[in-house]
């Protein structure tokens, strides 16, 4: 039996996707001390790595696909096929950035006032390559961990740092002079598998049902009864992705509608459609969503 290498990221990633994986419909299981998880589909072999490492084993053929950051495979400067963007969460309808930050009483205030300074950061090729295009020398040195905590006692001028909504970064009491980046969830594949018809049908498979879960986040179905001398009132109520579907009851005169909407929007929505009109009002999760 084929088998699809599938590269997994540990790491902050990893909750995301073990979420949408299960609600896709596959079962993973991961064992404290295994980087091998089971899942419940003998086609494809999971491994789990850190998200830095999954573009490079891609692009080497280790692994014939796997989920990681555009961030990581720009970093890498990995050859790999960037099959589709996963969004995760609607938080995540923004990218990520990585941004240089400065303590806030620094006199860097900007770029050009980087030069000869120390940078510490994770992502060290993209900052170098960010810093050589506005002819900026400094000394971007890699850091393990901690780093806001380097800059902060000043070891390091300025860091690099990964942020969503630069929260984490007042409370530390940096002020960020420049995004270097922006980075969103990617599905990579190594080239040569991608080329395979076998395991490009297997990987348009997973990711069909990936974002089909992720579309479905924060989604919910509405089904509903009403009158027809009601319909009017409980459809302009109503939003959808497309329209709503109305159908015919067997009770002359009544007809049935269902919808999906967002799911924040249900509580406030529900008492203005049954003051419309609207009977039998029925709320579900979703699985699942594709377009």
Do not use: H
Not at 28 to 50: G, H, K, M, N, Q
Not at 76 to 91: C, H, P, T
């Amino acid at each position: 039996m084929p088998k699809l290498k599938l590269g997994l990221p540990k790491g902050s990633l990893q909750e995301a996707t073990l979420r949408n994986f299960k609600r896709a419909g596959f079962n993973i299981a991961i064992s404290e001390r295994s980087y091998f998880p089971y899942i419940d589909d003998a086609e494809i072999e999971p491994v789990l790595l850190r998200a830095q490492e999954i573009s490079r084993y891609v692009e080497e053929g280790v692994l014939d696909c796997g989920i990681t950051g555009e961030d990581w495979v720009r970093e890498n400067k990995s050859d790999v096929v960037r099959v589709a963007d996963l969004v995760y969460g609607k938080q995540s309808l923004m990218p990520v950035r990585w941004v240089l930050a400065v303590p806030e009483d620094s006199n860097i205030k900007s770029i050009k006032n980087l030069r000869g300074k120390r940078i510490a950061t994770e992502l060290v090729n993209v900052t170098k390559d960010f810093l050589l295009k506005r002819k900026v020398i400094a000394d971007v040195e890699f850091s393990w961990g901690a780093t806001e905590a380097k800059v902060a006692t000043g070891l390091v001028d300025a860091i690099v740092e990964l942020t969503e909504t630069g929260t984490s970064l007042k409370a530390n009491k940096l002020r960020i002079i420049e995004t270097i980046c922006q980075s969103t969830t990617k599905f990579v594949a190594n080239k040569k598998s991608f080329k395979d018809s076998w395991k490009n049908r297997k990987m348009k498979q997973i990711i069909i049902l990936l974002k089909g879960a992720i579309a479905a986040d924060n989604m919910v179905g509405l089904k509903m009864n009403v009158n027809c001398k009601n319909l009017n009132s409980v459809l302009k109520l109503l939003p959808s992705l497309k329209n709503p579907t109305v159908s015919k009851l067997s009770k002359e005169g009544w007809l049935a509608i269902e919808t999906v909407i967002d799911e924040r929007i249900v509580r406030s929505l529900i008492p203005k459609l049954k003051e419309a009109g609207a009977q039998g009002i029925i709320e579900y999760s979703l699985n699942k969503l594709v377009y």
